[in-house]
Structure formats: C-alpha cells, structure tokens
C-alpha cells in the first residue's frame, strides 16, 4: 500500500500501518473471546468497505472478518450435488430405482454436546455425522471443523464420498462429519476435550467395520489419535486393541499409514504428471497457482516442485500472495508452520486480492480450500490449461459451464482427490492384518490405482461424448448400480 493517511481521532493513537491495510484509525477492545481492532480505512483484502475490522481469535492471527465473510458464504453444495447427479443420471439412463436411493443419504446424526473450556464456563458444540451409503462397505468419510459445517455440507460431502470410493474401486461406502466450530476459537486443550467429548457423543456410530472417520478441514493426526484413544477407552480390554482401524490419518506412532499425510496431494500429482503425458505438456518450467496451503494444497505444490513445476500463486484463509519469480513451496510450508497456519506475510512475495489470485497467468490451478470458489465469474478470469481438483466441491455447475466453455480441462474432485481414501484403506488393511508397508509400496499401489481410475474416466468420457466430471460419476454410479442390481433390495 503507497498512501497511508493517518487521522487522529479522540482517544484513539494511530498505528504504524501494516502493508496489508491502509490505515486511518483504530479502536482496540474486546469482543467476547475475541480480541479486535476495528479499522476506518481500505482493506486491500476485501478493497470494498470503507470500514474493515480485524480479529485475533484466540490462537490465530489478526484477519479480515468482511474478507472471510466474502469468500466462505454458506455453500448450496448439497444442492449441486444432487444437480450434477440428475445430469449423470440423464444422460445414461441409469436405473431409477436405484437413483432414487442413492439421491438420499442412508443415516444422519446430529449431536449436542457440553464441554468444559479453559475458563471454567461450559460451551455446548452441534456435530455431525451423515452415512449416505454402504452397499460397497463400511462407511468411510473425513471430520471437518468449520463454522459452516452444517447438515447440508455433511449430507453433500458425505454423497461425494459414495461416488469416490465406487469410482476407485475400494470397498468402503461414503459417510462424512464434523463440528460447527472455528477452531482458532480454542485453546489446544479445548480442542482436545470437543473432539473426545463428540467421538464418546458418536459412539458406536462409527466403528473399525462400520464407518471409519479421517482427517478434513482443519482436522489433522493428531485429532485422529485422540478419536482413536477415546473409542479404544469405551472399549473392553479384549476388544481394545482389534479397533485400531476405527479412524484412518493417524499419527504413525499411533497406527497410522506411511504416506498418509501426502497422500491425497501424491494422488493429485500423479493425475496432473498423467494428464501432461497424455497432453504432451512439459511439467518443467510450468507454472500453477494453488488455493489452499493446508494439508492437500501444500503437498501437492510441494510435490509440483520435484517436477521442475513453478508456484506463483497461493491463496488460503488469510489472503493470497504471488511471485511470478516462483515461490519456494517447501519455504513457504515452513513459514506457514510458524505463523500461525497462514501464508499472509510470507516475505518472498507480494500480497494479491482474491481476483488477482484467480487472473494469475499459469497452466495449472489446484483448489485445495473449500467448495464453490470456482464460480461463473472466477471461471471467467482464471488463466490456466487444467484445473486439478484437490478440493471437495470447489467448482460450481455454472463455473463448470464457463470452465467447459473455455475449454478448460478439469480433473474432477472424486478423481483427483481420491489419494487419501485410497492410503486410508491401506492404512486400514495394514492395521487389521498388523503390517507395516514401506512408502514406495504405498506409493506404486496408490499410483496404480488413481491411474486406472482415470482411465475408465477417460474411456467413460470417449464413450458416452461428455465431461470429465459426468464421465467420472458414470464410472461411480455404473458400480453401484452393478452391485444393487446382483444383491437385490431386502426384502
Ligand atoms: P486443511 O484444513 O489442511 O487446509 C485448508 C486450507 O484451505 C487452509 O490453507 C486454509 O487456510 C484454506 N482456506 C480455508 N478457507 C479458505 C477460503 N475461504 N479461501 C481460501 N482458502 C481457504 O484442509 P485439507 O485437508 O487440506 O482439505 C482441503 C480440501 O481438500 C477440502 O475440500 C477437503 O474436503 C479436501 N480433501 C481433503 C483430504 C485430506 O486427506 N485431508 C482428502 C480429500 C479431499
């Protein structure tokens, strides 16, 4: 920011200005739990009101409040879904019986649970758990912790499941949960007592052999291993150890898989490294912008870099950043490590505003945040050759169109980021048969499986003359209305 104009108001000192904000003046109070600084002046993330406020939560940083508002509005994603299902369903044919048992989810649990914060007072938290379907296996499905978790989100992410782990040819269901929460509202230890208080509230639930949550949003292995501890500690003694497999994305100390944490960034890579292949692109030297620096989004970028790949842009919950030079993505990780999460700040490149981070000239954009954010309008002004998916739901159908429009390859979600299921059910096979796998195996046995999944994508896509996406639900459906179809419907 060049101009800085400063206004002494009454009782209020002016502040060095940061170069995110262009300061005028600002009050300083508390807000609840909340420390905040109401700014009068421009903030260059959201560049739109003339007043801004930021807020230090708890354990986070200083951030924008409008700036989040803007880029995480409750999503329709549970209506998208169920839209782009009726198209799959249109354009072949499927049976409708059996999609009108699909279009529903199978069970929905909704829990209200007290717990004790670190200042004495008592906080009851809404979590959520949603089985869509089973008829493959067990229910399998990642915790997010988000304020805008919601049924809806849970039934919509929970649907994408079933279809991903048809369309990979793994014997698990689709199921996904979570709690309404922003986690930086909590100490460390909070964290810890919600997550035991939500896995006793589950109870049985979940389960090794009936469904077996994993790591999402804001969720991580540590978390895992807590759902682990307090399950194993409802358990029976005998029973206690033949559970270890009731959550996947643990801690390796603790049960969990090697390649793991990488994976669902691995299986996004190994796409990209496939669709350049078959494109005759030359991966070194191009350029990709990632949104999200999270678990998926920073190991895909990182794993970009050992193709010779060039990272110019990144956006994540604080704001974006970009250097068209090339930003470091292993440097940057480590930034972001010790600053709070976030990228904001990172002193190797320039602060960009949400539609810049989306007009940044490159080849490849990996969504690694949340859903909807490719939309018509950021459809209209992305500037790149692929879109690779390691997001649930980041594209909505009219950003689809734009993107088919503009002849814009996407990889779909359901393929793209189906790395993690994939390791998760290895991590789950390694714990019921008590092996041990060795990273190269994890990866070639990944590898091979993504792959095949994108070619019967690609040959579904020849086959029936559509999208990507459609093509990669038919291939889903198709399996499931196989096995509905052998087993019968009881009784
Ligand atoms: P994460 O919590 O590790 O990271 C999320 C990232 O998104 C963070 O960098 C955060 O700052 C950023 N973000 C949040 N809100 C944003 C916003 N409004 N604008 C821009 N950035 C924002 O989560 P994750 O596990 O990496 O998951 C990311 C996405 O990948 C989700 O859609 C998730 O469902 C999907 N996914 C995750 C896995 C997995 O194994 N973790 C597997 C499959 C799919």
Known sequence: MNEIRKENVKGLKPIAATKDWKLLYFQHGRAGLEESISYKGLCSHCEIRDICSIVKPKTGIWRCKYYQAKTTQKSNLYENVIKQLDQTVDAIHFDKDICEILARTMNELVVHFPVRMDDGRVKVLTGYRVQHNNALGPF??????????????????????????????????????GIQLDPTDFTPEELERITRRFTFALGNNIGPEYDIPAPDVNTNPKIMAWILDTYMSTMTPTERNRCIHVVTGKPLEAGGSQGRNKATGQGVVFLIEKWARDHGFNLKGARYIVQGFGNVGSWAARLMKHHGARLVAVEDVSGAICNTEGIDPDDLAEYVKEHAGVVLGYPKADPINHETFFSTRADIFIPAALENQITADTAEILNVRLVAEGANGPTEPEGDKVLQRRNIDVIPDILCNAGGVIVSY????????????????????????IISAYERVLA?????????????QIVAISRLEMVYKERGIFP
């Open 460 to 472: 579904a896509a020849e086959k029936y003359k559509v999208d990507m996406r459609t093509a990669a």
């Open 140 to 177: 399998k499905g990642g915790l997010r912790f988000h304020p805008l978790v919601d049924i809806d989100e849970v039934r919509a992410l929970a649907t994408l499941m079933t279809w991903k782990t048809a369309l990979v040819n793994i014997p698990f269901g689709g199921a996904k949960g």
């Open 426 to 449: 290895f991590e789950w096979l390694q714990n019921k048969r008590s092996e041990f796998w060795e990273e190269e195996e994890i990866d070639s046995k990944l590898k091979k499986i």
